[in-house]
Structure formats: C-alpha cells, structure tokens
C-alpha cells in the first residue's frame, strides 16, 4: 500500500496562477522533504519539515507541514514556466535514521 | 563539489548480461540506497545500506545485488537482467544522525533498457 499519497498526481495551470499539492500520510511525519524532478532527470532538493507547524518558504515555493505531522502540502504563488517538473513529496513515518518512502509524484505544467 | 555521481548515466543491454551501476558520494555519508523510477508507481526503494559491510532490502530488492565495502562507494548489480528492469535509477546518499532527519542527496539517475 502507498503510505503517501500525493494529490493531485497531474496539475496543468496558466502561468501566473497559483498551485498547491498535497502530501498526505496515515502516518505521523518524522522528517517531511519535498523534492522537484525534471522530467527523466535527478532530484532537487527544495526544503525539509520536521516539526509540526513548521513552514518554510524558498522564492516563490512555500511548503508546510502541519500541526498533526500527517500532512505537508507545497503551494507556489505565480507560476512560472521554470516551475513545471514532477514535485515529489518523501518522508520518514518511523522515528529514527530510517529510509525515506515517498509519494507517487505530481506532475506540473504551466501554459503561456 | 558536494555530489553523487552515478556511471553509466544511460545503459542499453540484453536479457542476461551481467552489469553494474556504480554510485559514489564525497560527503562521508553514512547512508546510501538506490531506487528505480517507473511511470506511475513512482519511487521506489531497491536496497539500502547503513553503513559499510551493511546492506538492507527495499521495496524491490528482487533480482539486483548490492555491495558496501567502501563508505563512498554503493554499486548496483544485476546478475542477470530481465526486460522488467528497464527502469531510470537514482542512487542517493545522507549523512545519518540520531533520531534526526537528514536530506538526502541524489545522483543525475542512469537510464537502462533490457531488450
């Protein structure tokens, strides 16, 4: 079973609009990263959770985690064409120094 | 320059042909593990290893080897591959700490076809 759902798995917006997507999990986060892909290219690291509440935010990209720890959701303001690329949320759900699981991916298209 | 490298980055072979994907990372991390990624299940976890001489299965462990005799080394082995392994690979590395969360760092992925 897929311990993290991500939502929505595509998302197309017009270029200049806002987005979020979704990291959803039946299990408390311990570690909540959120990771960009170019289509068939490695990963990026964009920002790391860990407590609940917490928010950070990088240039246009603000991700939050919330106050249960079962939830993170990643919200970019104005989007740009730079901003398309799978975002893939991964998370450690076990206390400890345990490997990540991560979600399916979302994949985003911004249009002129 | 922090990194992880991965060698081939594309690797086209046929059904059988033994073969190795190397991985290796100058951060002095502990923690290494290689994943496949294939459209519409996403990543998943292939093997993992905590530290050197110590290896754990993923997800989908069957049909691949690891080995960690080095810290900065963790190569991927498939001793015989299969057509359903034509995946994109990512090796990754973190630093491990206790009961702390640590980013982990990806290598560019390798692209393999089995024909």
């Known amino acids: 079973s897929q311990e993290l759902e991500q939502s929505p798995q595509s998302l197309i917006v017009q270029e200049g609009k806002n987005l979020t997507i979704n990291c959803t999990s039946s299990?408390?986060?311990?570690?909540l990263y959120w990771y960009k892909q170019k289509y068939g290219e490695g990963l990026i690291f964009l920002m790391m959770?860990?407590?609940?509440?917490e928010e950070k935010s990088h240039e246009k990209i603000t991700a939050k985690l919330d106050e249960k720890k079962q939830q993170s959701s990643l919200h970019i303001t104005a989007s740009q064409p730079s901003h398309a690329g799978i975002y893939l949320c991964?998370?450690?759900?076990?206390?400890?120094?345990?490997?990540?699981?991560f979600g399916k991916g979302t994949r985003l298209s911004v249009i002129a | 320059e922090a990194q992880v490298t991965q060698n081939p980055r594309y690797l086209i072979t046929v059904t059988g042909k033994k073969l190795t994907v190397t991985c290796s990372q100058n951060?002095?991390?502990?923690?290494m593990s290689w994943y496949r990624q294939d459209p519409g299940l996403g990543l998943r976890q292939i093997y993992y290893?905590?530290?050197?001489?110590?290896?754990d299965k993923g997800d989908v462990p069957e049909g691949y080897k690891v080995s960690r005799k080095e810290k900065r080394n963790f190569p991927l082995i498939l001793e015989s591959p299969s057509p359903n392994q034509t995946s994109l690979y990512f090796c990754?590395?973190?630093?491990?700490?206790?009961?702390?969360?640590?980013?982990?760092?990806f290598g560019p992925g390798t692209r393999l076809t089995v024909t």
């Open positions: 990754a590395s973190s630093l491990i700490g206790t009961g702390s969360s640590y980013e982990q760092y």
């Open positions: 299990k408390t986060l311990y570690g």
């Open positions: 959770l860990q407590k609940g509440g």
């Open positions: 991964g998370a450690d759900i076990v206390s400890g120094n345990t490997p990540l699981v």
């Open positions: 951060m002095n991390h502990e923690y």
């Open positions: 290893s905590m530290n050197v001489e110590v290896t």
